[in-house]
């Protein structure tokens, strides 16, 4: 191996133990570049693509996901059972991109699969950004809405549910009633809002009840 792509992995496992998760990406993108370009088998191909296919996921860069698993060599697919997993649960987020999968079924995946310490943390937050995501639609689309459906989709418990996005959003709960009344976001100051946007505002509300047809 030489001295560049030992620093580079050396680099990569700083950022993992500090948490500095969004510099993975260009580090793996190097490290890739440079053992399919220079120096073939030089490093072990677990410490390349299962991490950079686990940080593409995060980042929710589904179209540099595919490409990345379309460059792995086929036989490895068929020995890296992480691997496996990690590319079962790019296809269950791509169909739930088209609206005809379950939000459930990637929480379940990811919950029941076992990692190893490398990728455990990257799993974790996946989980998180794929929580954030959704619940920001929710925040954009309604004023208030059941318990139950922000429950869906950070899945967990309802009572969990509330008192989580109470103390992290600032959201308001209702319990009487079962409602959650998200936050309301900072108003732009003296800008118009456009066809366009209200174009995209109306997809986000279709889209988020498609997902709750589907879920």
Not at 35 to 50: C, G, M, Q, R
Request: net charge negative; with cysteine.
């Amino acid at each position: 191996m030489t001295t560049r792509a030992q620093q580079i992995i050396e680099q990569a496992d700083s950022c993992l133990k500090a948490g500095r998760y969004e510099e993975l990406i260009p580090l793996y993108e190097q490290l890739e570049f440079q053992v399919s370009a220079i120096e073939i088998d030089a490093v072990p191909l677990n410490t390349i693509y299962e991490p950079l296919l686990a940080s593409y996921l995060v980042a929710n860069d589904l179209h540099s996901a595919r490409g990345l698993v379309d460059r792995i060599p086929e036989e490895y697919k068929t020995q890296a059972p992480q691997l496996a997993t990690l590319i079962q649960v790019l296809d269950m987020m791509r169909q739930w991109e088209r609206q005809n999968g379950k939000l459930k079924d990637i929480y379940n995946l990811l919950h029941q699969s076992r990692w190893d310490t490398s990728l455990a943390p990257l799993m974790a937050l996946l989980q998180d950004s794929i929580q954030e995501r959704e619940l920001n639609i929710l925040a954009k689309a309604y004023t208030s809405l059941p318990v139950q459906l922000a429950a869906s989709r950070v899945w967990v418990e309802e009572d969990a549910a509330a008192e989580q996005l109470v103390a992290t959003l600032g959201w308001r709960y209702d319990a009487s009633a079962g409602l959650l009344y998200p936050k309301a976001q900072e108003p732009i100051p003296n800008r118009a809002i456009g066809l366009q946007e209200f174009g995209q505002l109306a997809d986000v509300v279709a889209h988020l009840e498609v997902k709750q047809e589907s879920s």
